[in-house]
Nanobody, 122 residues
Framework: QAQLVESGGGLVQAGGSLRLSCVGF????????MGWFRQAPGKEREFVAG????????SYADVVKGRFTISRDNAKNMMYLQMNNLKPEDTAVYYC???????????????WGQGTQVTVSS
């Protein structure tokens, strides 16, 4: 059964950096567009960043542009989110996701990880 597992979350001070990782098991994730989403307490889940199946195209939410970088390594079935200059408002549970399409989407993802907590202190 296809499965996504995130890692790399934690507690960091404002201005610091974290790198999230997502590994895929049991599925042909190298053929799928993938993305990162986040959900803060009391808020709806929101799109953070997306990447096409071969990494040639990326998309970011305005609030993270210039601070976050999404990438992938299909040979390892891995996806990453490098987060720099973190702010307290970035605090959330971060989820990786994959959609059965080669192209980035803002929603309509088919596979989801369990999430990893990112907490940014001021």
């Amino acid at each position: 059964q296809a499965q996504l597992v995130e890692s790399g979350g934690g507690l960091v001070q404002a201005g610091g950096s974290l790198r999230l990782s997502c590994v895929g098991f049991g599925g042909t994730f190298s053929r799928y567009a993938m993305g990162w989403f986040r959900q803060a307490p009391g808020k709806e889940r929101e799109f953070v960043a997306g990447i096409s199946w071969n990494g040639s195209s990326t998309s970011y939410a305005d609030v993270v542009k210039g601070r976050f970088t999404i990438s992938r390594d299909n040979a390892k079935n891995m996806m990453y989110l490098q987060m720099n200059n973190l702010k307290p408002e970035d605090t959330a549970v971060y989820y990786c996701a994959a959609r059965r399409s080669r192209y980035i989407g803002m929603d309509d993802y088919d596979y989801w990880g369990q999430g990893t907590q990112v907490t940014v202190s001021s």
